[in-house]
């Protein structure tokens, strides 16, 4: 029998995100069904000519990369970069870590993404300039237990007093 903090890979099921014909992604995540707590575990594949989720830092959660097969690039701060198996990439939190991968290879990318999962947690999108906002539970965890979870334009503001009596 199996203790409940070890998982095998092949014993978990993809989940997929797509978004229109750019984004398509698999993962299956290692730490949350081995009962990670503070690390997170995810093992993801970006198929051929495809891109992952929009580009992004964090103010809180680093992040790092571990590739496994396949190649591509990966736009980290104001930098494109090539990336293949065997490479691993430290994401600090800042924004001269924003990141995004991008499969421009003929094979999937199949690669392993940790992060700390520290929350609360605000998430800058610098591409479409939003910024996220997360509480109760870190990007990745359980989104049963998130108690807010926001995205806005980075230009939304409302002065500290404005909708508050006296």
Not at 82 to 100: M, S
């Amino acid at each position: 029998m199996a203790h409940h903090h070890i998982v095998n890979s092949q014993d978990l099921p993809w989940t997929e995100t797509t978004r229109g014909s750019r984004v398509a992604i698999r993962r299956k995540q290692l730490g949350a069904a081995a009962h990670g707590q503070k690390l997170g575990c995810s093992l993801l594949e970006l198929l051929p000519g495809k891109q992952s989720w929009p580009r992004h830092y964090h103010l809180a959660n680093e992040e790092a990369l571990f590739f496994l097969e396949g190649s591509g690039k990966l736009r980290l701060g104001d930098e494109t970069v090539p990336v293949k198996a065997g490479d691993y990439v430290a994401l600090p939190a800042g924004p001269a870590c924003a990141h995004q991968l991008i499969n421009d290879g003929e094979q999937p990318l199949r690669y392993l993404a940790f992060s700390t999962m520290l929350e609360p947690d605000v998430i800058v999108y610098p591409d479409s300039n939003k910024v996220g906002v997360l509480a109760g539970a870190a990007p990745g965890g359980n989104k049963a237990a998130r108690t807010l979870e926001a995205y806005l334009p980075l230009t939304a503001q409302v002065g500290y007093w404005d909708g508050e009596e006296g």
